[in-house]
């Protein structure tokens, strides 16, 4: 199985984790992605609210998962077939959720090309910028070296059976931290 490990600087992401779980425990009660189903029996559209917040809450689980006390002891974190779309859409989630929130004074073409300048913007929106950029950063790792795993989803779904095509995938090697199987 694909696996990456990124050693992260914890002076800098330590002070990121606070926004992250703040904004976590607020997608606990809110679905990340606003959902207009007025058209919808209201049954269903309660039972679909509902497993999607469950799924969203799964899924913020799992990232948050990832800073846990090893992480504070050798700052590095893991990702692999197994979790690389529930990271990818957990970070989805809290970016959404810190546009909609504490960046809405930016514009979307500022965010997403990261062309804002942290001397140019206000002290309370450095932290939730930075965090944006983190989350974004984390999923374009994960989709660059784990883009294949995510499109065919985690190993537990997929057929098992003997698939000689990847074996050569675990020796590749991503800039930013050392893989292990």
């Known amino acids: 199985m694909k696996r990456i490990e990124v050693k992260l600087s914890l002076p800098v992401v ?3 984790l606070d926004l992250m779980k703040a904004s976590s425990d607020v997608l606990e009660a809110q679905i990340a992605a606003p959902l207009t189903l007025e058209d919808i029996d209201a049954d269903f559209r309660d039972e679909w609210k509902a497993e999607l917040l469950k799924g969203q809450h799964e899924e913020l689980h799992a990232l948050m998962g990832l800073f846990n006390s090893d992480f504070f002891v050798n700052g ?3 990702f ?3 979790n690389a779309e529930v990271i990818v859409r957990a970070c989805s989630a809290l970016r959404l959720r810190l546009r ?3 960046l809405k004074v930016l514009d979307d ?3 997403e090309s990261g062309s804002v300048d942290l001397e140019d913007i206000t002290v309370p929106l450095q932290k939730p910028y930075m965090c944006y950029v983190f989350l974004g950063t984390i999923q374009e790792l994960v989709i660059q070296h784990l883009d294949s795993a995510i499109l065919r989803g985690p190993a537990s779904e997929r057929s098992t059976g003997s698939d000689d095509d990847e074996a050569g995938d675990d020796d590749e090697r991503g800039g930013f931290g050392d893989k292990t199987d």
């Open 100 to 102: 909609r929130h504490d």
């Open 76 to 78: 590095v974190v893991a």
């Open 14 to 16: 330590a002070p990121l």
């Open 80 to 82: 692999d077939e197994e």
């Open 109 to 111: 073409e500022q965010l």
